[in-house]
């Protein structure tokens, strides 16, 4: 039986509503629901289903009786429901922070509220480097050790393996890696990570998927995935520019691009001068 004829079934049940939510949606009566709406229901039908409500949180959010919840709001309504809800702490962290309880939380108190529930979370971990890292189970962890916890407990962490190699990387499992290999590693797992490839520019290129990529190509790379990455075009520029998505933009036309995204951007103007 599949999860939308379950809830056919059954429509008054939350948990089978969420369960489609978890499936990706489904068809219920000849009418198609996707995960947000799916998840919505169970929250109308069980106002204290702390699950639903993450859920829901991480969808966006919605509207439950007419009134709208954001991210925010859906993840503190589901730690006001289970304040143990350790994946809800790491996503507060991740809109930053809240409160719960009549206190207010910031990121890092997130986190780590998040890490003392469960240690082993690879995505509080990241988030807590992020941060500049911060206290857990009585022991500070720097930035560098937080990246190290994270990429160890998820060895297909992208991010985590991009944010250790800002670190100068480290050591995994008895392994060195240094800031180009942990860039390396990042696009092995997500050739799409524009931080990534602007960082192995940064560090001389490198070989991604058996190719070989020198510090133009990466940096065009790094653009080509997010037009809006003012310190890529900077690092574009200082390379002579390059070729974006078949425009021929030199180092001056580069600098300016980096200027109109940030103008505050001190290395571009010096460039432009």
């Known amino acids: 039986m599949s999860k939308a004829e379950a809830v056919e079934l059954d429509q008054n049940s939350a948990v089978?509503?969420?369960?489609?939510?978890?499936?990706?949606?489904?068809?219920?009566?000849?009418?198609?629901?996707?995960?947000?709406?799916?998840?919505?229901?169970?929250?109308?039908?069980?106002?204290?289903?702390?699950?639903?409500?993450?859920?829901?949180?991480t969808q966006g959010g919605g509207s439950i009786n007419a009134k709208a919840y954001n991210?925010?709001?859906?993840?503190?309504k589901a730690l006001e429901l289970d304040v143990g809800y350790a994946l809800a702490w790491n996503n507060l962290g991740s809109v930053d922070g809240g409160t719960v309880g009549g206190k207010p939380y910031n990121k890092k108190e997130c986190y780590q509220q998040a890490l003392e529930l469960d240690v082993s979370n690879a995505l509080a971990w990241n988030g807590l480097g992020v941060v500049d890292g911060g206290t857990v189970g009585g022991k500070a962890y720097n930035r560098k050790e937080c990246y190290l916890q994270a990429v160890d407990l998820k060895a297909d962490y992208a991010q985590a393996w991009f944010n250790l190699?800002?670190?100068?990387?480290?050591?995994?499992?008895?392994?060195?890696?240094?800031?180009?290999?942990?860039?390396?590693?990042?696009?092995?797992?997500?050739?799409?990570?524009?931080l990534a490839w602007n960082g192995l520019g940064v560090v001389d290129g490198g070989t991604v998927g058996g190719k070989?990529?020198?510090?133009?190509e990466c940096y065009q790379q790094a653009v080509k995935l997010k037009a809006d990455y003012a310190q890529a075009w900077f690092n574009l520029g200082t390379q002579g520019g390059g070729s974006v998505n078949a425009k021929e933009h030199n180092g001056k036309e580069c600098y300016l691009k980096a200027l109109e995204l940030d103008v505050r951007n001190s290395l571009a103007w010096n460039g432009l001068g």
Do not use: H, M, P
Request: net charge positive; aromatic share 14%; hydrophobic share 35%.
């Open 16 to 57: 089978k509503w969420l369960q489609l939510g978890f499936a990706g949606g489904g068809s219920v009566n000849a009418k198609a629901y996707n995960s947000k709406e799916c998840y919505v229901k169970a929250v109308e039908l069980k106002a204290d289903y702390a699950q639903a409500w993450f859920n829901l949180g």
């Open 212 to 216: 070989a990529y020198n510090r133009k």
């Open 71 to 76: 991210s925010k709001e859906c993840y503190q």
């Open 165 to 194: 190699g800002t670190q100068g990387g480290g050591s995994i499992n008895a392994k060195a890696y240094n800031s180009k290999e942990c860039y390396l590693k990042a696009l092995e797992l997500d050739v799409r990570n524009s």
